[in-house]
Nanobody, 124 residues
């Protein structure tokens, strides 16, 4: 299984970035997908998740109203549109895939596969 995140970079506060995660080696349409992030010297934290069908989305309170997660099962990709970025959004962003019946989309332990991260830096 490969999850390849891309789209990170340097942006000024208030700006936007769009992250992509290309998946391969799994039946993508049967996996829920999530985005997590890890800032320097901090724990990896939940950002957003989307159900296998795309019908349900979940967000951390810190990004609600600013970030939007979406997916394209035909392209086996998940996206994270990030608007109104803040310096505290600076982190390495990871995409992850999970199956199962747990409704706890924000817990790292329910995710089966992880990609390498993409760096996002928001300057003030």
């Amino acid at each position: 299984v490969q999850l390849q995140a891309s789209g990170g970079g340097l942006v000024q506060a208030g700006g936007s970035l769009s992250l992509s995660c290309a998946a391969a080696g799994l039946t993508f349409s049967s996996y829920d997908m999530g985005w997590f992030r890890q800032a320097p010297e901090k724990e990896r934290e939940f950002v957003a998740a989307i159900s296998w069908s795309g019908g349900n989305t979940y967000y951390a309170d810190s990004v609600k109203g600013r970030f939007t997660i979406s997916r394209d099962n035909a392209k086996t990709a998940v996206y994270l549109q990030m608007n109104s970025l803040k310096p505290e959004d600076t982190a390495v962003y990871y995409c992850a895939a999970r199956q199962g019946y747990s409704t706890n989309y924000s817990s790292r332990r329910f995710y089966d596969y992880w990609g390498h991260g993409t760096h996002v830096t928001v300057s003030s």
